[in-house]
């Protein structure tokens, strides 16, 4: 039987009206300007920040900030030994909590049985983990790395170990979502092809899961270039005269040299902090647009 289109949508019609109050859409247009102020006022906080900083340190960005070595003379003080030090430390957590990272993801996300309650119980306490104050890392590497079992001291290889636990988490998270992000049917063809699970999970899974693991790395390393909170428990020194010479030298990072630079009473040597600040900023966001160009040019459309 055909039934008249008209009649059927002049009867439904009255259930379609818009039926939000009118006090509620004034609290809603209260809400989205609120909204759009708070964001305002953070963006224009950010901007005066960043202006004052790149105004003050102006004058002393030149070749002399990143040759010389902390003075305690403000015309002679740069931050070669602070730049080669968040190298070393930045670097080996980076590679070291990509490997274990890596490595943990694959297992939790393509062996290990999503039920067990061990799994479950890992998958906790990595997410519980990645959202732990840095300070907290400070402590157990202070307990533990520093003073206990392992006894390394206040060093290079100290640092390196606590950032790679802060890091760690992250890259567990995103590398976990990145491979779970790969189409299932990858992988239904080439176990149809004859492929055993370790050669797929190789050749076609990681290099599919490449942008989502590659951002999320960079960011966790991005994240241990700028702390400082958890090195100043693990003896990180702000006047170093020499670069490290490896993981048992001592060392002082970009972070800790800003702080001691910005609170001293001499306006020239706030000058050199501010200065620092820019550098470490340049570092930040280079870091940030090459996860971008990373996810970009990787990206597939499944």
Do not use: H
Request: proline share 4%; aromatic share 8%.
């Amino acid at each position: 039987m055909n039934v008249n289109a008209d009649v059927v949508g002049s009867r439904f019609a009255p259930n379609l009206r818009d039926s939000t109050s009118t006090a509620r859409k004034s609290r809603d247009k209260i809400f989205l300007l609120v909204l759009w102020f708070a964001t305002l006022c953070a963006v224009l906080t950010l901007f005066f920040l960043i202006l004052t900083t790149l105004l003050k340190g102006a004058g002393r960005l030149n070749l002399s900030l990143v040759t010389n070595f902390p003075s305690p003379f403000p015309e002679d003080a740069g931050i070669q030994s602070a730049i080669f030090g968040s190298l070393w430390v930045v670097i080996t957590s980076g590679f070291a909590s990509l490997f274990i990272g890596l490595g943990s993801a694959i297992y939790l996300e393509e062996f290990a049985n999503s039920t067990s309650r061990i799994t479950r119980l890992i998958t906790l306490n990595i997410q519980t983990l990645a959202g732990v104050p840095s300070i907290v890392f400070g402590i157990l590497g202070l307990a533990f790395v520093a003073r206990g079992w392992l006894g390394w001291g206040f060093s290079v290889g100290t640092a390196s170990a606590v950032l790679t636990m802060m890091v760690l988490p992250v890259v567990v998270v995103s590398s976990r979502e990145a491979l779970k992000a790969v189409p299932p049917s990858l992988r239904e063809g080439s176990y149809a092809l004859g492929a055993t699970k370790w050669q797929t999970i190789r050749k076609q899974v990681i290099p599919a899961a490449v942008p989502g693991i590659a951002t999320g790395s960079i960011l966790g390393v991005s994240r241990a270039l700028g702390e400082s909170a958890p090195l100043i428990l693990l003896g990180a020194l702000a006047y170093v005269s020499s670069n490290p010479s490896g993981f048992g030298s001592d060392y002082t990072v970009l972070p800790l040299i800003i702080m001691k630079f910005t609170q001293d009473a001499q306006d020239e040597f706030r000058a050199v902090g501010a200065a620092a600040i820019i550098v470490l900023l340049v570092l930040l966001v280079s870091l940030n647009l090459l996860a971008i160009v990373i996810r970009d040019r990787s990206r597939k459309s499944w």
